[in-house]
């Protein structure tokens, strides 16, 4: 009877990981279409978004559809495709809205206001306390985890700017940087912990234990597709399942929260004066 169990959970575990693997599959598919030239008749190559941007909603509408009718078979992995809609609908919302009407920095900042609305409705309707998305002070035992995150941030910066190299968006004083470097931490930083290393961590290891973890580093590597970086989806995937390991092991995101944040600093507003 118990080896029939524990083959009725690894039969389990394989189709989360299996559906799962689909859904990684398809959004880095949808980022492709999105980055990539799109051939039209004549066989002349352009760059347009409306592609990615309506796989991107095929995509959440099946999360939805996926996510309503597991909910019976198997709810706890309904709760993690309910969550992972939050993947698609950052591209959409990113790729859609007119950048050409908003500062850079102002952009983040509009963007991020329906997100954080989809975040806590979905901790809501999944009665999710703020301690499950690690949403809590770390203990002093795990100080030095969150201050090497934190300081992590700097040479990281620098590399990821290294391979990205945006251009000067702000002028280089305490009072042009200090209202971009807050929307930074708040929109960037704060804004993708709590969605990635908070929420879909807490369901993607809840139902899939240390994979859960991958594939969400991997979602979060996916994402970075648009920059038309390999190497730069392979930092961003990387430093996504760092700060994964240091939120199972702290049970808090304000560390990696600070350091996303930093990153995204050192990245768009310092590093292009120096380098």
């Known amino acids: ?24 599959v398809l ?10 030239p799109v051939l039209l008749p004549g066989l002349q ?31 706890e992995f309904s709760k993690l495709l309910m969550v992972l809609i939050l993947a698609p609908l950052i591209r959409i919302l990113s790729l ?16 991020s206001i329906p997100i954080y609305i989809a975040i806590f409705t979905c901790m809501y309707i999944q009665r999710i306390k703020p301690r499950d998305v690690a949403l809590a002070l770390p203990s002093l035992k795990h100080l030095h985890f969150e201050l090497a995150v934190i300081i992590f941030a700097v040479p990281f910066g620098i590399l990821e700017y290294c391979v990205l190299k945006p251009g000067i968006i702000v002028e ?12 930074m931490i708040t929109c960037t930083g704060f804004l993708e912990e ?3 290393r908070g929420l879909m961590q807490y369901h993607a290891t809840r139902t899939m234990g240390f994979y859960g973890i991958v594939f969400i580093s991997a979602v979060f590597g996916a994402l970075h597709i648009g920059n038309l970086s390999v190497l730069d989806v392979l930092l961003a995937a990387s430093v996504g399942f760092l700060f994964s390991l240091v939120v199972r092991k702290t049970g808090s995101i304000f560390g990696v929260t600070i350091s996303h944040g930093l990153i995204n600093i050192v990245l768009f507003l310092i590093a292009p004066h120096f380098f």
């Open 45 to 75: 190559p352009i760059y347009d978004a409306k592609y990615g941007i309506a796989f991107h909603a095929l995509i959440l509408f099946a999360l939805l559809i996926h996510s309503t009718l597991s909910l019976t078979t198997d709810p």
């Open 27 to 36: 959004l880095a598919g949808a980022e492709l279409l999105t980055s990539l």
């Open 194 to 196: 709590l969605a990635f």
């Open 96 to 111: 859609s809205m007119p950048l050409a009407h908003f500062s850079y920095i102002s952009w983040f900042a509009i963007i």
């Open 172 to 183: 280089l004083s305490f009072e042009a940087l200090l209202v971009p470097a807050l929307i």
């Open 1 to 24: 009877m118990k080896a029939e169990e524990n083959d009725g959970v690894k039969a389990f575990f394989r189709q989360r990981f299996f559906i799962s693997f689909a859904y990684l």
